[in-house]
């Protein structure tokens, strides 16, 4: 961080969407989620992420729509603030210290300018308690909440343990105290009020859901049992007319119950992973469920999924990262079953690739098929997949597939399906990696000694359809475990790790050329050199990193390091290791041939670095700085311990990020009506005129008030509004001011430098120099009356300018 | 909501025989006509001429068959003896035929005597055949002479006396008038020209000579004796090409396809070899019933024609393109034609408001159980008669989709005397094939481990078991050989395997942390 300070470690795309309970607006246009440390905005119809809501410091722990101002959203973060934000345009409105770490927070109806926060005890970090902030009324753009009371202590953290009933009437709250009745221990795990009876549903990890009455007499509460489920009610939701009960839990299914007619239900099966949240658009017309594979499911009417946001996949990632040559999007297993396809410029998941292709059974406990393995072709023709299922007490259940690239449908489709290609686990699988070869071969190596040569085989009869694969050659080496294996650049060489030794094949002749080995310790990472380094041959060992020269069959040189991952830029001779040093990940960026890194990074992240993948991009960087110039052609991401994926980022790429970023949010997504026409445009320019004099900042500031009085014109409906002739006198008012503000500065600094001229030539010199920072620094502070800041800036200076003269002549005497 | 995946069912390679482009060709023929001749069928010819008749040489007779006909369209009965070789002549007109004893005689094929006999053999001819320029014919006998005959005078003309035993069979080039092969049971094959009166070349072919066959541009030479075919070159002085040894008994006839492109050779051992003539591989083997002494290939190869020791003939046609197309045609027909393809090619207009229907996707009966989590009715469904003998694979692949959904026991319990010998019956039959042992193995051991209290309730089920509890003894020993041998083997191959000593050299160490 210090030695290269223009290159830093970013997060990089994927946050869950699924963390808190997402938010439909009332026109059921737009869903709102907490995204990390942003607000996402998607459009219910399209799919789409249309801007993100950024500000906070600290992940986003919950959004709520402000019961008084349906356009305005609230949002709370574990940076202890709360946020009131205007959706459609992606403007901050208000910030609200608070100064606690906020966990989960609600509003109601009843309750004006109250908001209802669930923070730490301040005795005890490990107990929550319910306080409720009135929030302070000003104008002011950053307050601080004074008014705290607290309601309840020792509340759940989770916001599905609290809910408000009739619209703010009562609150419940469940904990995670159990619940001993009929015989069983019962946990509450969430509760919903209804909207106008008074009763409330409670979800159990039995699978029950139970519905209260009566409680508001004491002790003489009655309560009916529903069950369904078979295992953990995770969300309840109520309909907002109260008409029915929405459930869903593990098994992946909607259930709807009718209120007061609870033996009929709906059933929506297969969503995808176990539901987490479930909400309902203020209509009662779209429903929304989160699903613990990081995706909203958007269902119409408790009938048809009509769109489905998926996020990226972040849960057990066994398969190393991957970039698909076809459409630079990053793949790595996701879902259960299913490889992902991510696409890094754009932070959205392409598609989710079926690779089991069996139904999913939710249910825990049970062994499933998972997608352990994939590599692609250098073209990106084919993939080729390992699926395994480990049963206590059963063989291994194992498969190969090879997926050809169909043209037609722009996607994988299976080729062959080898069963039980080897008799243990793959450790490691390659493909051949030149281009312009006819055959593509695949090596696979297995824990049962054994590494295997797949090729691509005309069809033996006519009944096959097309070619397929076979086996081509197996071999071992004295009974050891290969380890990985890798191609080198021209595919001329195999390279297979067995334990220490590392073998050297001719994949034409499948001949054994050399042995290399290098004891202590099992190499446990394998990498050719490319391009002009292509004669080195890298590997590395629990202590070392080596480097043999393939053209002498010797070792180069070797560093002792704790490698952890070794990953080569396909687009140059880069390579980079990430090496295990007490408790965090160090980088080294270098060249075989070179003995000094190109770049080192210490403390990248903590924990360690098994899974890294350079990404081309898709322009290149004109950097010319000597440390960030590995970064020009490829970018470096990595996934943590904490699987997190992190990339690499310079000073110059993130600056022109930021400036993308501001031209998308601020022509996006306005309805074109003709007022946005009208005064859409002409906002713009002003942006433009502001963004390019920066001695004209102090008009910043004002820019809230003036866009707040458009919004206002612009979201009034047009029935209710006054005559035009009579708000377009205000509006054309409203605007000369500035621009008066404007001309009148000008002319102010024409004076000045006029009178300037006057004065001596050195004097003039320094003024012009100083006057600047002066005019900025007084803009500040005094932002509200920017003209009288001018005169009297003009005013001081001239008093100062008196003063110097002074000194001058006192220093002269 | 995603749809419902369908159990995967596991596609399973075809055992035996691989059908290749060849199979489809050679077993492109209707079901045989046999014929009961007189006595062992010793030559077949065919006519050069349309309708491609054929003389089909059998004890004191020749029969001329049609192309069609199961009837004799004529018959030469006027041997005193065991007549041999009937061969045509390239205009189809004469018919030539030696005799037992050592008359040759020729004869007109629309006539019924003898036109012409030619006597000098001391012994039984075996050979007969016309030049090219057909006015002589070649004879060849086991008085060890070949000898050349002038057809108007019924004169002997040349005599070669080169063999030492023997001759059996011989052919005459069709391009050069003076040119003709004998192979003889003194092992040689010779190439004779009758314009310097000897043999020009001779081939030795290790085995007593029984069928030589010439490559229509004649420079190629087969010739069979022994369990060998052996394909010589003629350009390049008769020297060996190609050895076959794919008979296991004494091969009798050779035969060549229309185009040239297979090779046909007929045996004792009952079996007609069928080889690409590029690779001289195999392609495709013909069972018959009884030893063959001769073969014949028609034209355009649309019959082969067997003759056999028990004195059968073996008449294979080819089947029709028109017949093979109706066949294709009527599986692939569907209920009805135009109920099926009715508004499939309707084009909605511009103002037409579309209404679409779910696709309903149709699932089978088992997968309908199993969407409903019914896992014993999946079982039994999976288990009804016709699955659990035909197709095996699908019940296999039910268990084992029971089996990863962890409900496995559940559906296998709770089963009466009938349901639950049914269920073992099919373990018993399929559980040492080696494609579905794995999933029937944890099956079995769940099934015992569910009704191991009701043991000795029923005899049925008793007996049953026992018959399992056998099947896995045999199985484990069988395993236990197939172990050994492979650990011969392995030493073996280890054993053949060289070594190699790999160098090594200094290095330099870097730091850079």
Not at chain 1, 102 to 109: C, G, K, L, Q, T
Not at chain 1, 292 to 316: E, H, P, R
Not at chain 2, 441 to 454: F, G, H, N, W
Request: charged share 20%; glycine share 6%; aromatic share 8%.
């Amino acid at each position: 961080m210090v030695e290269h300070g223009d290159i830093r470690v970013v997060h990089c795309g994927g946050s869950k969407i699924n963390f808190r309970d997402p938010v439909i607006t009332h026109d059921s246009r737009f869903l709102l989620c907490a995204s990390g440390e942003a607000v996402k905005v998607f459009s219910t119809s399209t799919e789409e992420c249309i801007h993100e809501l950024r500000g906070h410091t600290g992940l986003v722990t919950g959004v709520l729509l402000r019961p008084s101002n349906h356009l305005q959203v609230y949002s709370s973060s574990l940076d202890g603030t709360l946020r009131l934000w205007d959706f459609t345009d992606g403007i901050l409105i208000k910030t609200c210290v608070i100064g606690y770490p906020i966990y989960s927070f609600y509003a109601s109806d009843k309750h004006e300018n109250v908001i209802f926060i669930v923070a730490s005890m301040p005795s005890d970090k490990r107990r929550f308690q319910l306080v409720a902030v009135h929030l302070p009324q000003s104008g002011d753009q950053m307050v601080e909440a004074q008014e705290l009371s607290a309601v309840l202590s020792g509340v759940n953290p989770n916001p599905a343990a609290i809910a408000f009933g009739r619209g703010g009437e009562f609150i419940a709250s469940v904990n995670d105290l159990q619940w001993s009745l009929e015989g069983g221990w019962n946990t509450f795990t969430c509760v919903a009020c209804h909207p106008k009876d008074d009763c409330i549903a409670t979800g159990h990890e039995d699978g029950k859901i139970r519905l209260w009455r009566n409680f508001n007499h004491k002790k003489e509460y009655t309560y009916s049992t529903l069950h369904w489920h078979h295992s953990t009610v995770s969300s309840l939701c109520f309909t907002p007319e109260g008409t029915n009960l929405l459930s869903g839990g593990v098994e992946s299914v909607l259930v709807q119950w009718r209120y007061n007619q609870e033996s009929e239900r709906d059933f929506l099966p297969r969503l995808g992973g176990a539901i987490t949240h479930i909400t309902v658009s203020p209509d009662g017309s779209l429903f929304c469920t989160s699903h613990s594979d990081n995706k909203i499911t958007i269902i119409q009417s408790c009938v048809k999924v009509s769109a489905v946001i998926q996020g990226l996949v972040k849960g057990d990632i066994r398969t190393d990262l991957m970039m698909d040559p076809r459409s630079k999007a990053l793949v790595l297993n996701g879902k259960p079953g299913h490889l992902q396809f991510y696409s890094l410029q754009r932070d959205k998941l392409l598609y989710n690739l079926d690779i089991v292709q069996q139904e999913y059974i939710h249910e825990s406990g049970l062994q499933q098929f998972e997608v352990v393995k994939a590599a692609f072709d250098a073209s990106g023709s084919w993939l080729a997949t390992v699926e395994e299922r480990h049963q206590k007490a059963a063989e291994l259940e194992l498969n190969l597939k090879l997926w050809a690239f169909d043209e037609q449908t722009q996607s994988f489709v299976l080729n062959t399906t080898i069963s039980a290609p080897h008799d243990a686990q793959i450790t490691a699988m390659c493909f051949c990696q030149p281009t312009d070869s006819q055959t593509t071969l695949l090596v696979s190596t297995s824990k049962d000694g054994h590494f295997k040569a797949w090729q691509l085989a005309a069809p033996a009869h006519t009944e096959d359809e097309g070619p397929s694969w076979l086996c081509d050659f197996v071999s071992a080496y004295h009974g050891l475990v290969p380890e990985c294996c890798s191609f080198s650049a021209d595919g001329s060489l195999l390279a297979v790790v067995f334990q220490e030794v590392v073998t050297v094949w001719s994949p034409s002749t499948w001949e054994l050329l050399t042995t290399l080995s290098q004891p202590p310790g099992a190499v446990s990472d394998l990498c050719f050199g490319r391009l002009s380094c292509s004669k080195y041959l890298l590997g590395t060992t629990a202590s070392n990193l080596l480097c043999w020269n393939l053209l002498t069959c010797s070792l180069e040189w070797t560093t002792s390091m704790d490698v952890r991952r070794l990953v080569a830029d396909p687009l140059s001779e880069n390579m980079a290791a990430f090496c295990y040093q007490s408790g965090s990940t160090d980088l080294f960026v270098f060249k075989p041939s070179e003995p000094r890194p190109l770049f080192s990074h210490k403390a990248v992240c903590s924990g360690k670095v098994t899974q890294a993948v350079f990404a081309p991009r898709e322009e290149m960087l004109e950097s010319c700085e000597e440390s960030s110039q590995w970064l020009n052609r490829s970018q470096l991401y990595f996934l943590t311990q904490q699987m997190d994926l992190m990339t690499f980022t310079t000073k110059a790429e993130e600056d022109r990020l930021l400036a993308s970023s501001k031209q998308v949010s601020s022509s996006h997504w306005f309805s074109m009506t003709p007022f946005y026409l009208l005064l859409g445009k002409h906002r713009q320019q002003q942006q433009e005129h502001q963004d390019s004099d920066s001695s004209l900042w102090a008009e910043r500031t004002a820019l809230p008030q003036t866009s707040a009085s458009m919004k206002e014109l612009l979201q009034t409906p047009a029935h209710v509004l006054p005559s035009t002739s009579y708000l377009c006198s205000m509006f054309v008012q409203s605007l000369l001011i500035s621009v008066s503000d404007a001309r009148s500065e000008k002319a102010h600094a024409e004076e000045e430098m006029e009178s300037e001229k006057e004065e001596e030539d050195s004097e003039e010199e320094m003024e012009s120099s100083r006057s600047k920072p002066e005019l900025a620094a007084a803009a500040a502070t005094e932002s509200d009356t920017p003209a009288l800041t001018k005169a009297q800036a003009r005013e001081l200076r001239r008093v100062r300018k008196l003063d110097h003269s002074w000194l001058a002549g006192l220093l002269d005497s | 909501m995603a749809s419902f995946k369908p159990t995967k069912i596991q596609v399973y390679p075809k055992l035996g025989e691989k059908v290749t482009q060849d199979t489809l060709y050679w077993k492109n023929y209707k079901a045989p006509v046999q014929i009961k001749e007189f006595g062992a069928v010793t030559s077949i010819d065919f006519s050069p001429v349309t309708p491609h008749n054929f003389a089909v040489t059998a004890f004191t007779r020749i029969h001329i068959y049609g192309p069609f006909s199961q009837e004799p369209v004529k018959s030469f009965t006027r041997f005193k003896d065991t007549a041999y070789c009937g061969r045509f002549r390239s205009d189809g007109q004469l018919l030539v035929a030696g005799c037992e004893d050592s008359v040759v005689r020729l004869f007109d094929v629309s006539g019924k005597v003898a036109l012409r006999l030619f006597k000098g053999h001391t012994k039984a001819v075996h050979l007969t055949d016309f030049t090219s320029d057909r006015y002589q014919i070649l004879t060849g006998s086991d008085d060890y002479t070949c000898r050349l005959w002038d057809i108007p005078n019924a004169t002997e003309l040349t005599t070669y006396t080169e063999h030492t035993d023997y001759i059996r069979c011989g052919v005459t080039s069709k391009l050069n008038r003076d040119l003709f092969i004998t192979g003889s049971y003194d092992h040689t094959v010779k190439l004779f020209d009758a314009r310097v009166e000897k043999s020009v070349i001779t081939m030795d072919h290790g085995q007593p000579v029984e069928s030589v066959l010439l490559y229509p541009s004649e420079g190629l030479l087969v010739s069979a004796g022994g369990r060998h075919v052996k394909v010589w070159d003629l350009l390049k002085g008769g020297q060996p090409l190609v050895s076959l040894k794919n008979h296991h008994k004494t091969v009798t006839s050779l035969a060549l396809s229309s185009n040239g492109q297979r090779l046909l050779s007929a045996s004792l051992d009952r079996h007609v070899k069928v080889y690409n003539t590029t690779n001289y591989k195999v392609v495709h083997n013909f069972d018959y019933a009884a030893s063959i002494l001769s073969l014949g290939l028609a034209p355009d190869d649309a019959s082969i024609v067997v003759g056999m020791t028990n004195s059968i003939l073996s008449i294979k046609h080819r089947k029709n393109q028109e017949d093979s197309k109706e066949i294709a045609g009527q599986q692939r027909r569907r209920p009805s034609y135009r109920v099926f393809v009715k508004g499939k090619n309707y084009v909605p207009k511009q103002d037409d408001y579309l209404v679409s229907k779910p696709v309903k996707e149709h699932l089978a009966k088992y997968d309908k159980q199993l969407q409903r989590f019914n896992v014993s009715k999946a079982l039994d469904t999976a288990l009804g008669t016709y699955i659990r003998f035909r197709k095996p694979e699908i019940t296999v692949a039910v268990i084992k989709e029971l089996d990863r959904r962890g409900t496995l026991k559940n559906a296998l319990a709770g089963r009466d005397e009938r349901g639950l010998s049914q269920l073992l019956n099919f373990i018993i039959g399929n559980l040492v094939d080696a494609r579905f042992t794995p999933v029937l193995v944890t099956a079995a051991e769940m099934i015992l481990d569910i009704y191991q209290s009701v043991i000795g309730q029923s005899p049925v089920v008793d007996r049953q078991l026992l018959r399992l509890q056998d099947l896995v003894k045999r199985e484990i020993e069988f395993q236990k050989d197939l172990l050994e041998v492979l650990g011969m083997l392995d030493t073996m191959f280890a054993s053949s395997l060289p070594r190699k000593e790999v160098p090594c050299s200094g290095i330099a160490t870097l730091d850079w942390v």
